[in-house]
C-alpha cells in the first residue's frame, strides 16, 4: 500500500505541474496572437493531426504523427517526473 502522504505529495506536485502547464498555455497564445498565427481548422485522426493554419495573409498546414507527439510528450513527463514509466 502506497504511503498517504507520497499520494498527498504526488498530488500537490502534480497540482503545480498543472499550474506550470496553464501559464505555458497562455503564453504560448499569446505568442501565437502577437506572430499573427490563427489557427484555421485542426482534425483530430487515429494516427495524425492535422492543422490548417493562417499567419498574415499565407495559409498553409501542417501534419502531425500522433504516436511522435505521444512518445515526446510522454518523454518530457517522465523526464519532469510526472510519470514513471
Same mark, same amino acid.
Not at 511522435?68 to 517522465?78: F, P, T, Y
Given at each position: 500500500?502506497?504511503r498517504p502522504?507520497?499520494?498527498? =505529495? @504526488?498530488? !500537490?506536485?502534480?497540482?503545480?505541474? @498543472?499550474? /506550470?502547464?496553464?501559464?505555458? $498555455?497562455?503564453? *504560448?497564445?499569446? @505568442?501565437?496572437? #502577437?506572430?499573427? $498565427? /490563427?489557427? *484555421?481548422?485542426? @482534425?483530430? &485522426?487515429?494516427?495524425?493531426? =492535422?492543422?490548417? %493554419?493562417? +499567419? &498574415?495573409? /499565407?495559409?498553409?498546414e #501542417? +501534419? %502531425?504523427?500522433?504516436?511522435? !507527439?505521444?512518445?515526446? &510528450?510522454?518523454? =518530457?513527463?517522465?523526464?519532469? &517526473?510526472?510519470?514513471?514509466?
Open positions: 500500500m502506497t502522504t507520497a499520494l498527498l =505529495r @504526488q498530488l !500537490l506536485i502534480l497540482e503545480l505541474i @498543472q499550474a /506550470h502547464i496553464t501559464r505555458e $498555455l497562455a503564453r *504560448v497564445k499569446a @505568442q501565437m496572437r #502577437a506572430e499573427g $498565427l /490563427h489557427i *484555421v481548422e485542426r @482534425q483530430d &485522426g487515429d494516427m495524425d493531426i =492535422r492543422i490548417e %493554419f493562417r +499567419v &498574415g495573409d /499565407h495559409y498553409d #501542417a +501534419v %502531425f504523427m500522433r504516436k511522435m !507527439l505521444e512518445a515526446e &510528450g510522454a518523454n =518530457r513527463a517522465k523526464r519532469t &517526473g510526472m510519470i514513471s514509466r
